[in-house]
């Protein structure tokens, strides 16, 4: 029935799932798309690694066996529903009580300091987005904010709460969905079981536990639609066909990945039309789809790449990195330090295999087994296999194109889009081999374990400690790999750790040991160094330790002022006033932290380290934009008469 016999695809397929969360585990730094064990107190860690090897290890046992071991009883269809409906509540329950906490993942951190207001008045730009279109990507973003600010205007909630009950609303109705639609479309309970767990601890779906983005209604809208192409196909219903036009549309208000559903939904309506023409015939074929859509797709694709958006070439320099208007990875790697992450880099490969495990790893296990060892009993050529397996084939060609601004492991919100499509084309194939019991009880197995190992990363992100850690490792696979938003994701990370300076200290050493930079330019290295000398400059006093982390800072960024001002308050509470002058000299070159300030260190300096002709220089350079300070009008006129810097100098309470 195919390469392998069904016990060596189990083993297989065991063996390497099972080390992928070992590797999560050892490596958790590396393998973030299973490493939410790792951190996790050790005895639960233990705990779940030893549980899910037993079930592992019990995937190898004889099938008779297992049957001793497990018995799934039957239910009827009112004992069904009731089951369904209330798995739905429960998972309302858990969604409520297991939210992120201070939720950092996608564009979460732009709402942080909102979430506890309360919407006294409709914003007009909210008003705007509900009654406008506008054909643009963050229209649908824009769409849903607006939805959002009427829902907590209308019912005078705070944004955090509004979030959270669109959440467990979207939550509860895409698990009844699920449950619903697989009890229907499946006939062995065995598998029933299998695919209702794939779908209930998914990892994706962590968009409901209380994570601050938009993107839930959209999940349950994609769910929809892919239901329908299911459902269409089995009755060719014309209501279903509306219900499918009209759910796609709403979709394109709310989010223009739902672009992609359009290929396939034109398949669908086309399938009308099969037994009669011989050209439509031909293109509902595998063959068909890769030269009349998959080809044409691929080629309109690579236009719009190189020529439209001319994204294969990335000019980007740091300063501009964060740059909404890159769509796609570059084909070629950016300038340092941006040069490790591109789009057939070793990086970006790594990272889409680690957010394919965070869609549904029961289904690509599942996947695997079937096409080792049953590919042979499926129908590739039918309509639902040609249609689900088409709209994921477009949805993971996409997203492995896009450019996570934000890095893939932060952004694992948006890059999660093909997880339903993925849970869709499992159960299509999973319904082509259910009448394989035997194989049902060991994947059974297979599932409890990877479902508990599924389950740590709702765990992690719910518990400040773990996710503070989780966090911390998050960000040095970020230093390592995109780069952008490192350096804030760990001071992030190190402040959740914990609220005491010395600790936080603790944490910063060890990070800035782990990272060993190798690149002449590193501003998210530097920033990291400059807090540490912060640390000892507010608050141990200890100006000799902070003076080496702002000289490092510098190596590695010598264009930010930040660190250029650390220096000189460093080398001015120890008395080096010339180098104190010389770093201001800096600050005025750069503008910061404005030129009247830059300028009145400078001139304070100046004076401290008896450098009348310069401190002259600067103060009538400053009298001639700011005339009216009585303190540089003293200076300046003081130095005319041949006043000592010394005493001009205590005009200047700190060096400001």
Known sequence: MGFLRSGTGIRLAGIVFLGFYGMGFLDADNWWGTHAIAFLSREWSYVCLLTGS???????????????????????????????LLTGITMGFLFYLFPIVHDHYGDAFMFRD????????????????????????????NTLLGLINLAAWISGQTYRQVFTGINIICGVAFMILWLWFVSNYLKHTGWKVIMSLTGLTAPFTQHFYGHMEVYAPSYLLLLVILILFLKYL??????????????????????????????PLVLILASQWQQKSTVIAK??????????????????????YFFVFEDHIDNRVLAGSYDRGRLFLPLWPPEP???RYHLFGVHHLFDFGNISLTWSPSSLLILGVIGACYHRLIRWQSLPVLVTGLTLLLFVAFFFMVNPLLSMPLDWDLF???????????????????????????????????????????????????????????????????YIWS??????????????????????????????????????????????????????????????????????????????????????????????????????????????????????????????ADAYRHSGNYLQTWPEDPVILKVHQGLSENTSPEDLAKLFATPD
């Open 487 to 612: 350096g804030k994701t760990l001071e992030f990370a190190i402040g959740l750790g914990s609220p005491d300076p010395a600790e936080q200290y603790k944490r910063r050493e060890k990070v800035l040991s782990k990272l060993k930079p190798n690149r002449e330019k590193d501003t998210e290295y530097a920033r990291l160094l400059a807090q540490n000398g912060r640390y000892h400059l507010r608050t141990t006093k200890d100006y000799e330790s902070a003076l080496p982390y702002f000289q490092e800072a510098l190596e590695y960024a010598p264009g930010e002022g930040e660190h250029h001002l650390g220096l000189l308050e460093s080398q001015f509470r120890l008395k080096n006033f010339d180098a104190a002058y010389q770093s201001a000299l800096a600050l005025i070159e750069l503008n910061f932290p404005g030129p009247k300030k830059a300028l009145r260190m400078a001139i304070h300096c100046a004076l401290e380290a008896s450098r009348s």
């Open 54 to 84: 037993l079930l592992f290890l019990g995937a190898l046992l004889p099938t008779d066996t297992i049957y001793r071991w497990i018995k799934i009883p039957r239910l009827n269809r009112t004992s069904t529903r009731l089951t369904i």
């Open 234 to 263: 089995e009755s060719k219903r014309t209501s279903l066909l509306a219900g499918l036009v009209f759910f796609w549309l709403v979709g394109l208000r709310l989010h223009p990945v739902f672009l992609l559903i359009l290929p």
């Open 283 to 304: 293109l509902l074929t595998w063959k068909g789809l890769a030269t009349g859509v998959i080809l044409p797709l691929a080629l309109v694709g690579a236009w719009v």
């Open 114 to 141: 909102k979430l506890d207001n309360h919407v006294t008045e409709m914003p007009p730009e909210m008003t705007r987005a509900l009654l406008s279109w506008q054909p643009e990507p963050s229209y649908g973003r």
């Open 337 to 339: 330090p941006l040069d």
């Open 416 to 482: 999660s889009f093909p997880a339903p499509v993925l849970l869709l084309f499992t159960l299509v194939l999973v319904r082509q081999v259910q009448d394989q019991k035997a194989l049902a009880l060991k994947v059974l197995l297979l599932t409890i374990a990877l479902s508990i190992f599924s389950i740590t990363g709702i765990a992690v992100n719910a518990s400040l400690p773990a996710y503070a850690h989780r966090m911390e490792s998050l960000g040095i696979r970020i230093f390592n790999t995109y």
